[in-house]
């Protein structure tokens, strides 16, 4: 039997879409204080990395086959896609399912992907704002050389790579919450997933090129590299035309997987929500 | 050929629910070997409800009422049994069933916590994608009979829970849903509130003709609004009725209140018959219904009786009767 409310944004319903990231708008506004800390810690841990990849490089112009600026650039690219494609309020899921707040969602007429993704929405807008400001501020501060693709198409790629990313990081984080219907418990799961294998396999530390080879391969093999490391490198014109497109190809394969999955597990899970409480 | 508005058969909730004895012991031993219980919260539940029905449900804490409710507004999914709302099938939750329900929970906060109340309504309004004009009439009229226009842009987690709880009916209200499920719409609110609560339930009903099911620990909700009970106790439906079938099928006794002209001797009027109630003047004798006439004519005559009642015991006693181990016959 199918759960009807996994549909994806019918054209004539987009109002209601709307009104929701209006609303998710006005609820950051009345925690401002909490969305400044959000910056504050999200600048300081860009700051950490950018100081101790200056403090590395010292005199040096190039370090395991990144020139300085290249991997300076590397490091506010991980600022910038961090409030891009690493950020979604699917997060909440897990705690609304525990809660029973789902609830409220769920008996609605809405679609549940397009919930969560006007909210997204808002939260990336938002944080894309703020970053680019404080990139802006750092860049200039520090006048270091930016670097900037040099041929036309490579923005392109990039854009293309970048928004698959982030909807294959939307599918992926509801993934992890919607684990919450059978778990009731969905800490360990997303801080493995969102401190091991996401921070570190995506490449928002360090590009993974710089690990051994046979490692590397692995962790081609998961979804994670395309979240960060490949746009980033697509950016840098690290890699070749093909392998861009090797990259867009395998980035979306995953997506559609995880979008599948996500539809399962919502549909699944659903039918083993308890509405607890109450 | 059905018209039902809710047709419910041979319904079936169970729940896997894993216990762990207390302390940290427990908890390890939950954690190598997890002991599962079946709960039965709804074991084979059958009735139909028409257009228009005020219906009332009842039982004690743990029953199964709110499961019930929850399976018929498409929250959760069947064990077993057969469930049709207005022609749909809940728990497929399609779009235009949920535009014709809502669904109200006394304990559960369904508008957004931290904006105005005002903000959820014009987002319903989005979601159920009602027209501006109705919208606006609609609004201003649940506003009115509510009397919550001081409220409305105040954040909902400043509210008192009476003004949150006549939000939440509004905000349930929006859409002018066909059907209506209330848990406990009138939990934690003062004596006032709940009048309020009853008249505007009831005023709902009368004027758009919806059909409602409602939950409720007070016998007092269900006294006034509804002339239908259902009873349901460890799951099963023990009784489909007009309230007042309640009294006959069930009471066994009537009261024979009086007021004493003079004070009278306690003794005495323990040996006339069972006494539930004194207080001087007051007295209330509890008489089984076949022997009724016999002892008020005794009363009458061995009693200085300045005045006599003869009453059906309330209801709220026979239900609790019924509750606390007594067979359904």
Excluded at chain 2, 85 to 93: N, T
């Amino acid at each position: 039997m199918k759960i009807s409310s996994v549909s994806f944004l019918p054209a004539k319903t987009m109002p209601k879409y709307l009104t929701l990231a209006k609303i998710t708008l006005e609820e950051y506004l009345v925690y401002r204080l909490n969305f400044v800390l959000w910056r504050f810690r999200s600048f300081v841990s860009f700051l950490t990395l950018f100081f101790f990849w200056l403090a590395i490089y010292g005199n040096r112009g190039e370090f395991l086959g990144y020139q300085k600026s290249q991997m300076l650039t590397y490091v506010v690219g991980i600022a910038f896609l961090r409030s891009v494609i690493l950020g979604s309020r699917s997060v909440d899921l897990g705690g609304q399912i525990r809660s029973g707040e789902l609830t409220k969602i769920v008996l609605r007429p809405l679609g549940i992907f397009s919930f969560w993704f006007s909210r997204d929405l808002v939260d990336k807008l938002l944080n894309i704002f703020f970053t680019l400001l404080e990139l802006g501020i750092v860049l200039t501060v520090f006048k270091f050389p930016f670097w900037f693709p040099t041929k036309a198409e490579t923005y392109i790629i990039f854009i293309l790579l970048v928004i698959l990313a982030l909807f294959l990081y939307f599918f992926l984080s509801f993934v992890i919450s919607a684990i919450a219907f059978w778990t009731e418990e969905v800490w360990a799961t997303r801080w493995l997933f969102g401190v091991i294998f996401l921070e570190f396999f995506a490449g928002a530390f360090f590009p993974i090129d710089v690990l051994p080879i046979w490692l590397q391969k692995i962790i081609y093999l998961t979804p994670f590299p395309y979240l960060v490391f490949f746009p980033l490198k697509i950016w840098l014109e690290q890699i070749s035309r093909a392998m861009a497109i090797q990259a867009i190809l395998v980035c979306a394969g995953w997506l559609g997987v995880f979008w599948w999955l996500a539809k399962v597990l919502w549909q699944k899970g659903a039918k083993n929500y308890g509405a607890y409480g109450g | 050929m059905n018209s039902s508005v809710v047709e419910v058969k041979r319904l079936k909730k169970f729940f896997q629910v894993h216990k762990k004895e207390p302390g940290l012991v427990g908890s390890i031993k939950s954690l190598v070997a997890r002991q599962y219980e079946e709960v039965r919260a709804v074991d084979d539940v059958s009735f139909t409800i028409e257009e228009g029905e005020l219906v009332g449900f009842i039982g004690p804490n743990g029953a199964g009422k709110t499961t019930t409710l929850k399976c018929l507004s498409g929250l959760l999914y069947p064990t077993a049994g057969f469930i049709s709302v207005l022609g749909f099938l809940p728990h497929q939750r399609k779009s235009e069933f949920l535009r014709q329900i809502s669904l109200v929970m006394g304990q559960k906060n369904q508008l957004w916590w931290d904006l105005p109340p005002l903000e959820t309504f014009q987002l319903n309004k989005e979601i159920y994608e009602i027209p501006e004009e109705k919208y606006k009439e609609t609004l201003n009229e649940l506003i009115t009979l509510l009397e919550v226009e001081d409220i409305l842009k105040i954040q909902v987690r400043k509210l008192s829970l009476g003004q949150r709880m006549k939000c939440e009916l509004i905000a349930a209200l929006l859409h002018s849903p066909k059907v209506l499920f209330l848990d406990e719409p009138t939990i934690g609110l003062d004596v006032v509130m709940q009048k309020k609560m009853r008249d505007f339930i009831k005023e709902y009903n009368r004027r758009y003709k919806a059909t409602i099911l409602l939950t409720s620990h007070y016998m007092g909700d269900v006294k006034e609004l509804c002339r239908r009970v259902l009873i349901i106790d460890k799951g099963k439906l023990v009784f489909d009725g007009q309230l007042s079938e309640i009294t006959q099928k069930y009471a066994d006794h009537k009261l024979i209140s009086l007021i004493l002209a003079k004070e009278v001797d306690q003794k005495i009027l323990n040996d006339l018959a069972k006494v539930k109630e004194f207080s001087y003047p007051k007295l209330v004798y509890q008489v089984k219904k076949d022997e009724v006439s016999k002892i008020a004519a005794k009363v009458l005559d061995q009693l200085p009786v300045a005045d006599l009642n003869i009453e059906e015991p309330p209801i709220e006693d026979i239900i609790r009767e019924l509750f606390t181990g007594k067979n359904y016959a």
